[in-house]
């Protein structure tokens, strides 16, 4: 199969989040929209209504650049609503941004995206605190990419709505190709394997090359890719910084300043450990998971379908793309749901809590087509000790809908979309 497709796989996929940026942006004065390079924060906000009439200013440009240090507030003169894009470059922007909201009285909206998670830099929240509200951008979700409406999987499971799933037909969706690939907007018309991988490899060196530079100084870019790979073999796994500065060579400090960057430009996030004091010894330590499976696929050597299959990788690596919906689905609650796992000392572990207010989902992801009574006994311990938990949901790779509990039931992972 060629390269060459249609203007219609090029066309503008509706993405879930832009309903959230319109309500937001009704009581927040400024926006704040975060998401690794290539996740469609930009297309998003060119295609959307209304901000595809705002005016739109990227700092990838050398000349707004120097203008955004020079004299910023001449990049929203004759306008009170605008989008700043790739804002990271310039911090010192956002003084101005506050200056504006501050003095103009409800009158001005600011969207400020970038490739960096601006959470996370100090300069933002400084400037920013009580005045914006935060967004992540994931990559495409299954459901977007096949242009489906936001899913209220989540908002159903919390309610304990699990009989609904029951009467659910759909077309089954099979996981490997779409882990493979992953969920990058631009890889959607790519059907050659070659030019999937071709495309990853730029990335990387884009990624390496000059985001990273524009954040931090990196001592040693080939010791950055060799731990950016070392991670990806650990998909899924409690982070041990030892046991990777052992593994890599990397001194522990450096390590930990790496992995810091690399959540710092949204390319992975440390899931916490679900924490409430009950009666069982808990681990502490967070969890690494990338923000798509296709690039932890491609880190991790994957290089055809075939290896990805036969790896022992594969099971973290479902559980990426598993994370990467329920991260996207968690935001699309108000307030947003919080993402945890549990695991007790003795080793027992439920992969995804998820916490919303007082109500709590426990989750469990088997990269089986044909998930088992025995596949639930964690989920069973967590209803022990939770018993408040609304929901326990194992998320398979087959079709088959299955209640294996009176709280429990097996889901298809396409549901998730």
Not at 183 to 200: A, Q
Not at 291 to 300: H, I, M, Q
Request: hydrophobic fraction near 40%; charged fraction near 25%.
């Amino acid at each position: 199969m060629n390269d060459i497709y249609s203007i219609n796989e090029l066309k503008y996929r509706p993405r879930w989040f832009a309903s959230l940026l319109r309500e937001s942006i009704k009581d927040h004065p400024v926006i704040v929209l975060s998401g690794a390079r290539q996740v469609g924060k930009s297309t998003l906000l060119l295609n959307e209504e209304p901000f595809k009439n705002w005016r739109y200013v990227s700092l990838d440009d050398f000349n707004v650049l120097y203008q955004s240090k020079k004299d910023p507030e001449s990049l929203w003169a004759g306008t009170n609503t605008v989008i700043l894009d790739e804002v990271q470059k310039s911090p010192q922007l956002l003084d101005a941004v506050k200056s504006t909201v501050d003095t103009a009285k409800n009158r001005c909206r600011f969207i400020l995206s970038g490739s960096a998670n601006l959470l996370l830099m100090e300069k933002v929240s400084e400037s920013l605190a009580g005045r914006a509200a935060y967004f992540s951008l994931s990559p495409m979700t299954i459901g977007e990419l096949n242009g489906n409406p936001p899913n209220n999987i989540l908002r159903n499971l919390f309610n304990g709505n699990l009989s609904d799933f029951e009467k659910d037909v759909s077309e089954p969706v099979l996981p490997l190709e779409k882990m493979w690939k992953g969920f990058m907007p631009t890889l959607i018309p790519y059907s050659e394997n070659n030019s999937v991988l071709r495309w990853w490899e730029g990335y990387i060196s884009t990624y390496l090359e000059r985001d990273l530079r524009q954040l931090s100084q990196i001592d040693s870019l080939p010791d950055f890719r060799r731990l950016m790979s070392a991670l990806a073999l650990r998909c899924g796994q409690m982070l041990n910084q030892s046991e990777v500065s052992r593994d890599t060579g990397i001194t522990q400090p450096t390590v930990h300043r790496y992995i810091n960057l690399l959540e710092t430009t949204c390319m992975l996030n440390r899931l916490p450990a679900f924490s409430i004091n009950r009666t069982k010894r808990l681990i502490k330590s967070p969890k690494i998971m990338w923000n798509d499976p296709g690039l932890v696929t491609f880190l991790a050597g994957h290089y055809t379908i075939d290896s990805l299959e036969s790896s022992r990788e594969i099971g973290g690596i479902y559980e990426t793309m598993i994370y990467l919906h329920l991260h996207t689905l968690s935001q699309l609650l108000v307030p947003s749901a919080h993402l945890y796992y549990w695991r007790t000392s003795t080793g027992k572990e439920v992969d995804f809590v998820v916490e919303w207010g007082r109500k709590l989902l426990a989750i469990e992801v088997k990269f089986t087509s044909r998930p088992k009574y025995s596949d639930i006994e964690n989920i069973k311990m967590f209803l022990d000790e939770y018993p408040e938990t609304s929901a326990g949901i194992l998320f398979h790779t087959g079709t088959e809908v299955k209640r294996l509990h009176e709280k429990i039931i097996a889901l298809p992972w396409y549901f998730l979309g």
